[in-house]
């Protein structure tokens, strides 16, 4: 496993930030921010399409609220039905968790790649040669790096870094909220938009800044996606209902789903009235052989 992972993960990665550094400059804090917005590049269909499941869900809210309604005490029915329409309409409901699932591996590599280059941690030099590309000697000159940006050793742990991220990842979160009359999703996203950031801003002051500058940089390239695509969001809910009508969408979609549920109640009636004349048809055409 773990030679599949140096393969995969972390050899890439380790080799690219070297090549980064030597072509920006020496610039470590550079590096970061450039490998980061390549990481992002890379991973855009993926937030792209993140965003755009949100705002369907969001339009689908008045659906799902008559689904729970109509089948409160009866939680199978509810969900099969809640699939169907996500599935009609081409939702995944994990689909959101994509790009934190895809980034949690680069930001594990990234930190052993910090602790492996600067020279901060000079006892891993000799098993850095390793991991390095044969075919890339100039890499050789280029080690250690410099961790220094901007007066701050991003091989050490920054308070203000780890306050921006906090930050910077509230705000996107708050972009990226759906509005919901539920009262229990309502309390579960106001958990998530407090602890998420809290847990990445404490874990930023345990580690390197170095990864405290990949979550920074990724959240603004976040937010700026998530503006252009679907505007300020939670965080600023005017800007984007102004003109939008939110009562009579909702008893359209409630009127919609009613005669939905209703059309297919019908065909199920339908169906086993068909199954019953044809279970009765048989049992007289047996009892007819019989008498003769």
């Given at each position: 496993?773990?030679?599949?992972?140096?393969?995969?993960i972390?050899?890439?990665m380790?080799?690219?930030?070297?090549?980064?550094?030597?072509?920006?400059?020496?610039?470590?804090?550079?590096?970061?921010?450039v490998?980061t917005?390549?990481?992002?590049?890379?991973?855009?269909?993926?937030?792209?399409?993140q965003?755009?499941?949100?705002?369907?869900?969001?339009?689908?809210?008045?659906?799902?609220?008559a689904?729970?309604?109509?089948y409160?005490?009866d939680?199978?029915?509810r969900?099969?039905e809640?699939?169907?329409i996500?599935?009609?309409?081409?939702?995944?409901?994990?689909?959101?968790?994509?790009?934190?699932?895809?980034?949690?591996?680069i930001?594990?590599?990234l930190y052993?790649?910090?602790?492996?280059?600067?020279?901060?941690?000079?006892?891993?030099?000799?098993?850095?040669?390793?991991?390095m590309?044969?075919?890339?000697?100039?890499?050789?000159?280029?080690i250690?790096?410099?961790?220094?940006?901007?007066?701050?050793?991003?091989?050490?742990?920054?308070a203000?870094?780890?306050?921006?991220?906090?930050?910077s990842?509230?705000?996107?979160?708050k972009?990226?909220?759906?509005e919901?009359t539920?009262?229990?999703?309502?309390q579960?996203?106001?958990?998530?938009?407090w602890?998420?950031?809290?847990?990445?801003g404490?874990l930023?002051?345990?580690?390197?800044?170095?990864?405290?500058?990949?979550?920074?940089?990724?959240?603004?390239?976040?937010?700026?996606?998530?503006?252009?695509?679907?505007?300020?969001g939670?965080?600023?809910?005017?800007?984007?209902?102004?003109?939008?009508?939110?009562v009579?969408?909702?008893?359209?979609n409630?009127e919609?789903?009613?005669?939905?549920?209703?059309?297919?109640d019908?065909?199920?009636?339908?169906?086993?009235?068909?199954?019953?004349?044809?279970?009765?048809?048989?049992?007289?055409?047996?009892?007819r052989?019989?008498?003769?």
């Open positions: 496993m773990g030679d599949l992972w140096n393969a995969l972390f050899d890439p380790l080799n690219s930030l070297i090549i980064l550094y030597t072509f920006l400059g020496n610039n470590f804090g550079l590096t970061i921010i490998f917005l390549i990481v992002n590049i890379i991973m855009l269909p993926l937030r792209l399409k965003i755009r499941s949100t705002k369907k869900l969001a339009v689908l809210g008045p659906r799902l609220q689904i729970q309604k109509k409160a005490n939680s199978q029915r969900g099969q809640t699939m169907r996500y599935k009609e309409e081409g939702i995944s409901p994990l689909g959101c968790l994509g790009p934190l699932v895809i980034q949690m591996p930001w594990i590599s052993w790649c910090i602790y492996a280059l600067i020279p901060t941690f000079p006892e891993n030099f000799a098993s850095l040669t390793s991991h590309y044969d075919s890339l000697e100039f890499l050789d000159t280029a250690p790096l410099n961790s220094t940006f901007l007066g701050l050793d991003l091989g050490q742990p920054v203000l870094f780890a306050l921006f991220v906090g930050g990842m509230w705000v996107l979160q972009m990226s909220m759906m919901s539920d009262p229990r999703q309502q579960t996203q106001k958990m998530m938009l602890m998420m950031p809290f847990m990445f404490f930023c002051l345990q580690f390197p800044s170095g990864l405290s500058m990949y979550w920074m940089t990724s959240n603004l390239v976040g937010i700026a996606v998530q503006y252009f695509v679907a505007g300020w939670g965080l600023i809910p005017s800007a984007d209902t102004n003109n939008s009508e939110p009579k969408p909702s008893k359209i409630e919609d789903i009613s005669s939905e549920e209703e059309d297919l019908e065909k199920q009636y339908k169906n086993k009235r068909q199954d019953s004349r044809r279970r009765n048809r048989n049992s007289s055409n047996r009892a052989r019989k008498q003769r």
